[in-house]
């Protein structure tokens, strides 16, 4: 197909097709070879992709909301006492006759963010638990900071981070697997137990079914699924083990349960297991197997979905499966796939395909748990962060927005080790509440803690910060009920039979305050939470031209705003024969930009070669002049009242005038640095020539 008008046709809209896996000569005019921090967003509109800030940066005082600070220092212990005390797991006070005499810290670095899970409660109370390779955490998200929960587990530091927690929950219990430890388990705000200071403890009755460990973990229709597991000392891959319905920790078969165990193939590994309508569905090796309830003695169906005995079309990196409600997405050996109930086979998306090119041409193979990725409803978008050759952590993301009205993919020149949607509980606990409401003082409260009185939470983080104080003062002579008082049994106490609260009381500062009172909080929509491989950090994604990184992480941590490069890349614009040269003489591009102080600027470079090439990694050399920038900012200083008077337009598109002729143009679009945030609705270079036009 061939174009010979010197006013060749503008690419509009700029969502085009992402095509980093055809040969250069193949990229259509109007798709791009690459994109990178550009996102679609509703009506076809291409804009420079958001940066993040700091999680919960809306908070202040601003304290360790982000896990800057891991607690290495709250990594505490007590040696068992000599005897050892047959009850001393259940020791709460600390130090204890039941324990040793000495507090020890166990030595441990900060490590990578390899798991994010959000846990509700039955009465509706959120927490985010985060995870190291070592370490589990749980969010105190309305004291802005953290606590240790579990330390002692994960074996020797891994420098390859392989090595990563996965947790599933039921009722009030979150189970926790990594492969090797034992699983374990949390309860809701379970506090410090026993000598080794840890808030969770074994699965109780595993033991009794003689399983030590398991790879994976899923929560099913109120039943905790488990995958990978060794039982009995023998390593069993293919073999699925489920507790009871809402019991998770009771896991032996019998008349009142439905605990038990179903084997999948021989020669099978389970990956995953995610569900997907009515159904489960379990990815292994060389397979899907669909999981159907079904009642009665047998409880589960399991039924073969797909199978191929070399793992062709199967999920490859266990870590980068999702939902997107009606389909699931995962990475295999050669590509991205798709699959649901309706299709015989995982297919791979056509142009999900074409874009993922240059994440497997540059793909480690070798740390197979650590590509990981996670759908986020709100942005309708899918976010593969990948680890490149070289790294052996997530350097590099392809993101797709899967959206019906868009269908687009971008890359983010950034890599992320573990991700979450997850709406932070502010409400306020307990002792901020009494503090707030003047019912006690900070040094009382200390005073109670110190003499163990008061059971605050042990291993917590300190806050970096005092916050705001009360502008009340306690008082103590203030009354619960009454000043009056009466004789009961020889005591004096307050006379609580008087029909009302006396004024200035403590239960007249109650009246007409309930716990649904207390608790309610807007239904807001969940922020996109992601853990930062370059600064170990947890990152919100924010309507903002910069990225947020932490350069300090003791304290309050230190802060500074970077900047990133968006880049809008074509594929060879060729002329229709070997011979035939095009002449590229203006390129306008038409925007509309943020309002601010000082307008961004984005920059356009020409490229010429003789030999169709791939401006991403060219094999033959292509010559690029860069072109005067262009202001992101309205093209006109006048009001719309001076432009009716002048009979002007307000409006003028931006361009660039210039002469270039060769055999292969390519056009790149920059915006770097911060700021800049800008949305592009049209691209329309003047081309003399016939213009060959693959894939039109």
């Known amino acids: 197909m061939s174009c010979k008008s010197k006013s060749s046709p503008p690419i509009e809209p700029?969502?085009?097709?992402?095509?980093?896996r055809s040969l250069p000569a193949d990229v259509g005019y109007g798709s791009w070879r690459m994109r990178q921090n550009m996102a679609a967003v509703p009506m076809n509109k291409l804009c420079r992709r958001n940066g993040w800030r700091k999680f919960l940066y809306t908070e202040s005082p601003y304290q360790n909301h982000d896990l800057h600070d891991q607690l290495l220092s709250k990594l505490t212990y007590y040696d068992e006492a000599t005897p050892e005390d047959a009850n001393s797991d259940e020791v709460q006070s600390y130090p204890s006759s039941q324990c040793g005499t000495t507090l020890r810290t166990r030595t441990q670095a900060r490590q990578p963010i390899t798991m994010l899970f959000e846990a509700v409660a039955t009465n509706g109370a959120r927490r985010l638990l985060a995870g190291t390779q070592n370490r589990l955490y749980v969010q105190r998200a309305s004291k802005g900071n953290w606590q240790v929960i579990s330390d002692a587990l994960g074996g020797t530091a891994q420098t390859?981070?392989?090595?990563?927690?996965?947790?599933?929950?039921?009722?009030?219990?979150?189970?926790?697997?990594?492969?090797?430890?034992?699983?374990?388990?949390?309860?809701?705000?379970?506090?410090?137990?026993?000598?080794?200071?840890?808030?969770?403890?074994?699965?109780?009755?595993?033991d009794d079914i003689g399983l030590t460990t398991a790879a994976v973990v899923y929560a099913w229709k109120g039943i905790i699924f488990l995958g990978d597991v060794e039982?009995?000392?023998?390593?069993?891959?293919?073999?699925?083990v489920w507790s009871g319905v809402n019991r998770p920790l009771s896991w032996v078969p019998g008349d009142d349960t439905i605990a038990g165990y179903q084997d999948l193939d021989y020669g099978e590994r389970i990956l995953r297991m995610l569900e997907l309508g009515d159904f489960m569905l379990i990815y292994t090796t060389k397979g899907i197997w669909q999981v159907s309830y079904v009642g009665g003695d047998q409880v589960f169906q399991f039924?073969?979905?797909?199978?191929?005995?070399?793992?062709?079309?199967?999920?490859?990196?266990?870590?980068?499966?999702?939902?997107?409600?009606?389909?699931?997405?995962?990475?295999g050996r050669d590509g991205i796939y798709e699959f649901n109930q309706y299709l015989p086979y995982p297919e791979r998306p056509k142009w999900i395909h074409a874009a993922s090119g240059y994440m497997y041409a540059n793909l480690n193979t070798s740390v197979c748990e650590n590509h990981v990725a996670h759908y986020d409803a709100i942005l309708d978008e899918v976010w593969f962060s990948f680890v490149r050759t070289g790294s052996t952590l997530p350097d590099y993301t392809l993101v797709l927005n899967v959206s019906d009205d868009a269908k687009c993919a971008d890359y983010v020149d950034h890599g992320f080790t573990a991700f979450c949607t997850h709406n932070a509980d502010l409400r306020p606990d307990i002792d901020k509440w009494v503090l707030t409401n003047c019912i006690c003082s900070q040094s009382e409260l200390n005073t109670l803690d110190a003499a163990g009185d008061l059971q605050l939470p042990k291993k917590e983080g300190t806050n970096c910060t005092a916050s705001a104080s009360a502008t009340c003062t306690p008082d103590p002579t203030m009354p619960l009920w009454s000043s009056d008082t009466m004789d009961l049994d020889g005591r004096t106490i307050e006379n609580y039979f008087a029909p009302l609260p006396e004024a200035g009381s403590f239960c007249d500062t109650l009246t007409g305050l309930n716990l649904p009172e207390l608790c309610k909080e807007c239904d807001e929509s969940p922020p996109f939470v992601m853990a930062s491989a370059q600064d170990y950090c947890l990152k919100e994604y924010a309507d903002v031209g910069y990225r947020e990184r932490c350069t300090a992480f003791t304290a309050c941590g230190a802060y500074t705003q970077v900047g990133y490069t968006s880049m809008l890349t074509s594929g060879p614009i060729r002329g229709k024969t070997p011979d035939e040269e095009l002449k590229l003489s203006s390129v306008g591009i038409q925007f509309q930009a943020e309002a601010t102080t000082v307008p961004s600027s984005i920059v356009l470079s020409v490229g010429l070669s003789g030999t169709a090439t791939d401006p991403n990694n060219p094999g033959c050399p292509i010559r690029w002049r860069e072109l005067s920038s262009r202001s992101l900012a309205c093209s006109s200083s006048k009001t719309a009242a001076q432009h009716e008077a002048a009979g002007t337009t307000p409006f003028s598109q931006e361009a660039w005038q210039m002469m270039f002729q060769s055999r292969n143009i390519y056009l790149k679009f920059t915006i770097s640095g911060t700021g800049g945030l800008a949305c592009f609705s049209q691209i329309a270079p003047t081309i003399e020539g016939r213009m060959l036009q693959p894939n039109a």
Not at 14 to 20: A, E, P, R, Y
Not at 231 to 240: C, G, I, L, P, Q
Request: aromatic share 10%.
């Open 160 to 206: 390859s981070f392989e090595k990563r927690w996965k947790a599933a929950q039921v009722n009030d219990a979150v189970v926790f697997v990594n492969g090797s430890d034992a699983p374990i388990y949390w309860s809701f705000d379970q506090p410090i137990l026993g000598c080794d200071m840890q808030a969770t403890a074994p699965v109780p009755t595993l």
């Open 303 to 331: 039924t073969r979905k797909y199978y191929n005995d070399a793992g062709d079309q199967c999920l490859a990196y266990p870590n980068t499966l999702v939902s997107i409600g009606d389909s699931h997405l995962y990475m």
């Open 231 to 240: 039982m009995d000392a023998e390593r069993v891959r293919h073999r699925v």
């Open 14 to 20: 700029l969502v085009g097709l992402l095509d980093t």
